[in-house]
T-cell receptor, first 119, second 114 residues
Framework: EADIYQTPRYLVIGTGKKITLECSQT?????MYWYQQDPGMELHLIHY???????EKGDLSSESTVSRIRTEHFPLTLESARPSHTSQYLC??????????????????FGEGSRLTVL | KNQVEQSPQSLIILEGKNCTLQ??????????LRWYKQDTGRGPVSLTI?????NTKSNGRYTATLDADTKQSSLHITASQLSDSASYIC?????????????FGRGTQLTVWP
């Protein structure tokens, strides 16, 4: 079972509020990701990190920001939430392999997700 | 454009029956293909990962096949159980960039009825 945790699982807030979605993993993984998922649609990468003090924007334009001050922690922040931000946000982590980011040791582990609703 | 297409979009079967889900991709150069199971309201969980040299891999009642020549994969579920009701997502990774990008399909929503 994956040791990656997201809080809160569910959040309902009003427009204009600042929110932070927390993500922590205890596997010592260098790479961490944030994905956005809407019903019936594919996951879209919004942010990723190769390690401490490394953050990059993903494929999907997002008004959110991330930070990576500690290996195990990768929070996502929305400074001013809007109804268009309503979605499921999934955090993931994997080992970092210099030449190949994927198997056999680049398994991707997901958190349980944070369901955000902005009214 | 790199894409991952899954079919069918949704599927309903009776408990105990077998089913096969399909994944076609255009991702190139190919690195590996993964199948994930995502229960409603939960995060995806890995079922199998296959590289170019592997054409079949099993995980309990789940068996994935890969034909890298035709760029097709299938996930076969044997003797389905109610707990198999979930979305099954095909994910393909490329080897052409330092990121090792992941391309996600939209998933097949499987419902198993008693």
């Amino acid at each position: 079972e994956a040791d990656i945790y997201q809080t809160p699982r569910y959040l309902v807030i009003g427009t204009g509020k600042k929110i932070t979605l927390e993500c922590s993993q205890t596997m010592g993984h260098d790479k961490m990701y944030w994905y956005q998922q809407d019903p019936g649609m594919e996951l879209h990468l919004i942010h990723y990190s190769y390690g401490v003090n490394s953050t990059e924007k993903g494929d999907l334009s997002s008004e959110s920001t991330v930070s990576r001050i500690r290996t195990e922690h990768f929070p996502l922040t929305l400074e001013s939430a809007r109804p268009s931000h309503t979605s499921q946000y999934l955090c993931a982590s994997s080992e970092y392999i210099l030449r190949d980011f994927v198997p056999p040791s680049g398994e991707l582990f997901f958190g349980e997700g944070s369901r955000l609703t902005v009214l | 454009k790199n894409q991952v297409e899954q079919s069918p979009q949704s599927l309903i079967i009776l408990e105990g029956k077998n089913c096969t889900l399909q994944c076609n991709y255009t991702v190139s150069p190919f690195s590996n293909l993964r199948w994930y199971k995502q229960d409603t309201g939960r995060g995806p969980v890995s079922l199998t990962i296959m590289t170019f040299s592997e054409n079949t891999k099993s995980n309990g009642r789940y068996t994935a096949t890969l034909d890298a020549d035709t760029k097709q994969s299938s996930l076969h579920i044997t003797a389905s159980q109610l707990s198999d009701s979930a979305s099954y997502i095909c994910v393909v990774s490329d080897r052409g960039s330092t990121l090792g990008r992941l391309y996600f399909g939209r998933g097949t929503q499987l419902t198993v009825w008693p």
